[in-house]
């Protein structure tokens, strides 16, 4: 587990979202190496999935880039130390069936 506090770069999520996404992250620091990156982001998705509804994304390491969209009201980048958190939610419209986004992406992939 990484011992540091959680520093914030940049949001715009309600600071009761802040707070729970640091708990959570801190957890899941807690219950995987650090070095496992993929479980901990699959941790904090899944727990953001359950309390705040489908759609949200999370990305964790050392060293990455992005270029995003989101919704807003959903974002936020932190680190713990050296480990970088990257949460935010989609901003795609999930009415359309699975059949449908199935047949976007075979379209566009």
């Known amino acids: 587990m990484l011992e540091g506090k959680a520093v914030l770069r940049e949001t715009d999520m309600p600071e009761t979202m802040q707070s729970h996404v640091m708990e959570l992250a ?5 219950l995987h190496e650090v ?9 904090l998705k899944q727990k953001f999935d359950e309390a705040y509804g489908p759609a949200w994304h999370c990305v964790v390491g050392k060293d990455f880039g992005s270029c995003i969209t989101h919704l807003c009201g959903s ?3 932190f680190h713990v130390e050296m480990m970088e958190f990257l949460v935010f939610k989609d901003g795609k419209d999930f009415t359309e069936s699975k059949d449908e986004a199935v047949g976007i992406m075979q379209k566009t992939g």
Not at 35 to 43: E, G, V
Request: net charge negative; hydrophobic share 45%; proline share 0%.
């Open 35 to 43: 070095s496992d990156c993929q479980s901990i982001a699959h941790f």
């Open 26 to 30: 801190y957890q899941a620091l807690d």
């Open 75 to 77: 974002f936020i980048f």
